[in-house]
């Protein structure tokens, strides 16, 4: 049995909106009548905050969902809340909660994705699921299987971006290749941006969003509070419902493709020169190993190790700057020199062991 879709709409962009956490009744509904006039398919909120810290705000617990319930009663929008055990999926379902969405703390651990799996057992509710916050595909698939195998047909995906330790102007790398491969396994899955918690901040929401609307995404989800810089929690990534709107006006929305033939000739043409340059990519990939290989003979005739770590250091550093200069991102070119230098050492490593092995 297929997957269903969870929105029934197929025009994108899917939107769920909403604040990150419900604090205050009138806060809840504030946000959800700030909203009501946009084309709104699911109004968020947390109830139960999984924080980084404790003392930080974790949520107002089942109260909330009395708001909740409200803004489907007086406003007349769908609701979606996040559920991480047993308890939370009992309440929501009490409280008549359309959509239930497992955050990405859950999704990073089985027995917790399994738990709520077995509370779901024999209801009829669809559920998003949140990329797990390591760059795992396997772990993400592994949570929408559990779901899947509790009898939830109605599932979509929702890419928050993943955890990474270092410089980045994100607050959750997108790694977008990580979804885009999902959504090749799955081409029918809906796939949700969620641009506030791969962003962390408000300048750059609307770019995350149009790539994603680019890469062909669903929908977004996006962070909503009346006032987001008294908000309780994510306070530096909220929007005003008014700016909100404003960033579904700004978006772009390209059609995924065409039959205008002059176009897709074009788009032919210009495809063969990529397929062309990455043929010749790999003859120098291969060339290069080669020359690795040969290395490996000549260190190992004299005796040198395989790593030798200040010309490596040259290298990447000689690369970046390089790459600057040809508009590469030095992000880039430190991943791809990286990976080239690895398999050049594999390869050198082979030689010397393969020559170890026959001496
Ligand atoms: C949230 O959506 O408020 C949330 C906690 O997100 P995530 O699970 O993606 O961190
Ligand atoms: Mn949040």
New binding site residues.
Partial sequence: MPIRPVFERTERPIVIAGP?SAETEEQVLETARGLAGQKIDLFRA?IW??RTRPNSFEGVGTVGLGWLKKVKEEVGLKVTT?VANTQHVFEALKYGIDVLWL???TTVNPFSVQEVADALKGVDIPVLV?NPINPDLKLWLGAIERIYKAGIERIAVVH?GFSYYGETSYRNVPRWQIPIELKRQFPDIQIIC?NS?ICGRRDTLLAVAQKAMDLNFDGVMT?VHPRPDEAWS?AEQQLTPDQFAELLGQLVLRQPTTDDEAFLENLEHLRHQIDDIDDELMNLLCMRMQLAERIGAYKKRNNISILQPERWGEILEKAIVKGKVKGLSEEFVAVMLKAIHEESINHQARVMNEEVIGE
């Fill in positions: 990150c947390g905050k999984p996040e955050g990405a703390r949140k928050r969620d918690h962070e994510d």
